[in-house]
């Protein structure tokens, strides 16, 4: 049976590949797409990190010191465009280009030339919100939420906004598309779905999300385009529409967004702890439908994210048990992982560390999202510091921290290189501190009743600010360590065996380090 | 400057060490850490279910946490352990799926109690009109004839310009007074009809346990009732734009016969510039 699947293709030897720009251009190779897309995230994880330094630093001390509001406001808004459509996601992307057809033993995605063309869009659209920033009125400044009526106040950049919204929507839908055809078509035989490691399990997962939520985005942002060039009013209440109908639409996009961030994460923190407690993972059905159960909980508790906007009690207690519901599966992953570390036989490498950091301080951010949940407690936490503390910890030391645990664990795999360890573990422990000291605080300052999204504040507020701004500062500067470690990795260093670690599972540890250009041309079995 | 504003932060440290020791109510609150019990009834409610729901993180993180790093200082190849090779437990898996459950259950009912009451705002005592403007406050006391606008203090205002090189620390109050404060009876059910003249705003009064959205075209309902005298402050809540920062709500709280005074005196006014309530 096996041999109808493993024809080696013929062509192998005779590909005239084209070299330089022409190579990173044209090619439909799924490392090279991989590569690209991570290199991608990295240079926008800089940008949207250097917008996030010029907030901190103007939040360093009370009064205005170094930029206007006005330019505060585009900070804020694109520091967060940015680092969700241009570092989280296409590194997921990249992540998800390398190892899915490592992991199911493909020789590629099903679709390369569209997988190609799903990453070269990404620069074209950030290029375009990038411009904004210079246009007459400046960038978007409305939050990247883009709420009306405020948003309607943009400048000549509005348009622009958009259609780079909808461009990193195409980009993302095609990069979906292309996973889930190829995790449904691709495996390798003897690979069933409950056989697939949870990266692979995560992604297909997160696809679906991807695929039913972008068009809502793209719907809601095409509505804003309307409702400015062309006269309706879907959220204008002078026309019949309503503003709240908007935060409606776009929360529908934005909570499986949420964990279109994070579900990844899981699936990377799902392969790591395994490999280093040399132990397999605790409860794998387990983990699988709580994913499920989790992206199917997503679609509906998008309104928890807007409380404060008036809603009848039914609806306001419908998405308050809604969104406590999403505790449970939430809760099973982190014992789950908590298990799989329990009477192991753990080592410390940088993934592991970062994993570890990611299992304790994800845990920290769901806390604190269950406390959101609470809608009488929610009217307090909502737009305050608090929530900004609550979804940084998920997303940095959460969906940062597993993708900088996953680049440490495969870049052997990547490069054939190991990483410098010294380095590596320097790096993690200055980020992990920076992270604390930048988030922490910053839950008592929204208890204590800073509002977010103000260039300036109340000077009761000024220690944990200036704590805040010194760990972003720590935080941010030690990432300058991450490229040096990437650099250097790809460059030189220690031979990595094929296996890297101490035996850890999964096809991509039967291929060579470095994965030569083409795998699986043969099919492996899987038993 | 830099330096001045360390040496004010250490100052600070200290002053809230020497708070915390000292049997004192004037704790300093530039260190604080946690939520206002606030003056109303339903405030203070919050504040329970928010200190219930921490606890109960706080229990559940210490369970976890523990295991964790139990298991990261025990079970580590270097001690030379052998790996177990267990992979799944339907009884524990089952366990922790259903107690979390039985717990969220147990928070959702106090939860649920207390969203009902605040969201009812029947039997009112006075009812005030708030409108958000782009970047001010507007407050209208239906039925009385007194209305007027409320916006950043001008001390505050001067000295949060870019480059104004006013200290904020010098500003008594800085980015929390207003010219005009709203005001209001002591232990009067007051309900607020919010809405907004051009964006979203959102009025926020932490010790009155109280944010809702202030929407263009539309009218939101909320209610609070005061249950000490006294001035509270608060800040717009949804970003508005430029100013969104500076546009703070200050609410005096007043003795019946104070409040009653006072609206004499500002029906008085009408028609001409409303007066400050307070002396400045």
Known sequence: MSNTVTQAPAHDDHHEAPKGLVRWLTTTNHKDIGTMYLLFALLMFFVGGAMALIIRLELFQPGLQYVQPEFFNQMTTMHALIMIFGAVMPAFVGLANWMIPLQ?????????????????????????????????GGGPASGWTLYPPLVQQTGDALPFVILAIHLMGISSIMGAINVVVTIMNMRAPGMTLLKMPLFTWTWLITAYLLIAVMPVLAGAVTMLLTDQFFGTTFFHAAGGGDPVMYQHIFWFF???EVYIMILPAFGIISEIIPTFARKPLFGYDAMVYATASIAFLSFIVWAHHMFTVGMPLAGQLFFMFATMLIAVPTGVKVFNWTATMWRGAMTFETPMLFAIAFLFLFTIGGFS?????????DYQYHDSYFVVAHFHYVLVPGAVFAIMAGVYYWLPKWTGHMYDETLGKIHFWLSVIGVNVTFFPQHFLGLAGMPRRIPDYATQFANFNMMSSIGAFIFGLSQLMFVYIIFKAIRGG?????????????????????????????????? | MLTATFRRGLAAAMTALAATLAPAATLANDWQLNMPIGVTDISADVYRLHMTILWICIVIGVIVFSAMIYSIFRHRKSLGVEPAKFSHSTKVEVVWTIVPVFILIGMAIPATETLVRMEDTSGSDLTIKVTGYQWLWEYEYLDEDVRFFSRLHRDSDRARQLGSGIDPFSVENYLLEVDNRMVVPVDAKVRLLLTAGDVIHAWWVPDFAVKKDAIPGFINEVWFQANETGVFRGQCAELCGRDHGFMPIVVEVKSQEDYQAWLAAQRGELGDRPVASTNR
Do not use: C, Y
């Not at chain 1, 590629?108 to 569209?114: I, N, Y």
């Not at chain 1, 799903?118 to 375009?128: G, M, N």
């Not at chain 1, 039967?510 to 041309?521: G, I, L, M």
């Open chain 1, 104 to 136: 199911i033993g493909a020789p590629d995605m099903a679709l390369p030339r569209m997988n190609n063309f799903s990453f070269w869009i990404l620069p074209f659209a950030f290029t375009l919100l990038l411009s904004t920033l210079f246009m007459p």
């Open chain 1, 369 to 377: 999202g269950l406390m959101l949940s609470i809608v009488p407690a």
């Open chain 1, 494 to 527: 220690a031979k990595a065996t094929a296996e890297v670690w101490d035996s850890p599972k999964g096809l991509e540890w039967t291929v060579p380090s470095p994965a030569p250009h083409h795998t699986f041309d043969e099919a492996p079995q899987v038993k």
């Open chain 1, 254 to 256: 934005g909570h499986p």
